[in-house]
């Protein structure tokens, strides 16, 4: 709040920005070892053919599922997590190496939401052409227990072998809200950009 005395010569104001709602931190993340940092696959429940590789997102390692050989069928990593207050979002890094078509070879994945009871498929059947890594997002609802499957399926026939790489998988939040002397509410913009605006609206009084 502001008050003047409505003499002339000495008008006072008073600008009021950025007054913040929750906290700027990301949530915690609940999934354990998500982006295999501990060069290992602990924390994660495993089917078919599983192993760490040195190939990563980030960081040191990642998960391979499948293998440079033939495989039988789902190869799968999963974790049961409960998405913590503020969460918004589940994003994951994948790379498939697949010098089969989509009928026989693919990656996929899906999530679970044991509170609702329904499934998304956060990566559909996919067989791509370049081995590059991806990134997949689903979104997910704060207190609800999930259950995310990584898979990688290989049709176990010699000589067109395909495996999927996994990395970085973890929850992420929405930005606070702020809200503007305007009424408006606008996403949290990067500090710089913030102290940006900030000195041209001064400027212009
Ligand atoms: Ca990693
Ligand atoms: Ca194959």
């Known amino acids: 709040m502001d008050h003047d005395d409505n003499y002339p010569s000495d008008p006072t104001y008073t600008l009021f920005d950025d007054v913040a709602i929750g906290s700027a931190s990301p949530p915690p993340n609940p999934l354990v070892n998500g982006g295999f ?101 689903a979104g997910i609802i704060a207190g609800h227990s999930y259950t995310l499957t990584l898979i990688n399926h290989d049709d176990n026939y010699p000589g ?13 939040g929405s930005s606070p809200l702020r809200f503007s002397a305007d009424g408006r509410s606008t996403r949290v913009k990067s500090g710089d950009e913030d102290e940006a605006d900030d000195r041209e609206r001064v400027r212009k009084r």
């Open 37 to 137: 940092e501990t060069g290992t696959l602990s924390g994660w429940t495993l089917t078919g053919t599983t192993s760490v590789t040195t190939v990563a997102h980030s960081g040191a390692y990642a998960a391979l599922a499948g293998g440079t050989s033939q495989t039988n069928g789902d190869s799968s990593l999963s974790q049961t997590f409960t998405a913590p207050s503020a969460a918004t979002t589940l994003s994951l890094w994948y790379a498939t190496k697949c010098p089969d078509t989509v009928t026989y070879d693919w990656t996929t994945v899906t999530l679970r939401d044991n509170t609702a009871g329904t499934t998304t498929t956060v990566v559909p059947r996919t067989c791509p052409t370049a081995y590059v890594w991806v990134n997949a997002t």
């Open 160 to 172: 067109d072998s395909t495996y999927t790489l996994f990395d970085d998988v973890a929850v992420v």
